[in-house]
């Protein structure tokens, strides 16, 4: 069990940037894969972002360049970086990891979840 933290979520208006952190303890973080989800009142949770500990980015279709995933393994923390934020954009943003290296976009796919953090961004 790895446990995931996140932060950085709030309520923004809509064009503004929010950066989400994703804090791991208790595994060998820089041999996971990381990926973000959200999930919006009564929606099933979307695929956001993934990224590999070989640095293999992957985004959701609906990202069009806004958001960007990182990682720092020496801080053992990954980051969702949210920018030109839209109100559909609203949503529990959830930190989520896996053993494994390859791309994979349901949440099924992943071990280790974090609580989320709530981005509500208003018009």
């Known amino acids: 069990q790895v446990p995931l933290v996140e932060s950085g979520g709030g309520l923004v208006q809509a064009g503004d940037s929010l950066k989400l952190s994703c804090t791991a303890s208790g595994g060998t973080f820089s041999r996971l894969s990381m990926a973000w989800f959200r999930q919006a009142p009564g929606k099933e949770r979307e695929f956001v972002a993934f990224i590999a500990w070989t640095c293999t980015l992957s985004y959701g279709e609906f990202v069009m360049g806004r958001f960007a995933i990182s990682r720092d393994n020496a801080q053992n923390t990954g980051y969702l970086q949210l920018n030109n934020l839209k109100p559909e954009d609203t949503a529990v943003y959830f930190c989520?990891?896996?053993?494994?290296?390859?791309?994979?976009?349901?949440?099924?796919?992943?071990?280790?979840w974090g609580q989320g953090t709530q981005v509500t961004v208003s018009s």
């Open positions: 989520a990891a896996k053993s494994t290296l390859g791309l994979t976009k349901t949440p099924s796919s992943y071990i280790y």
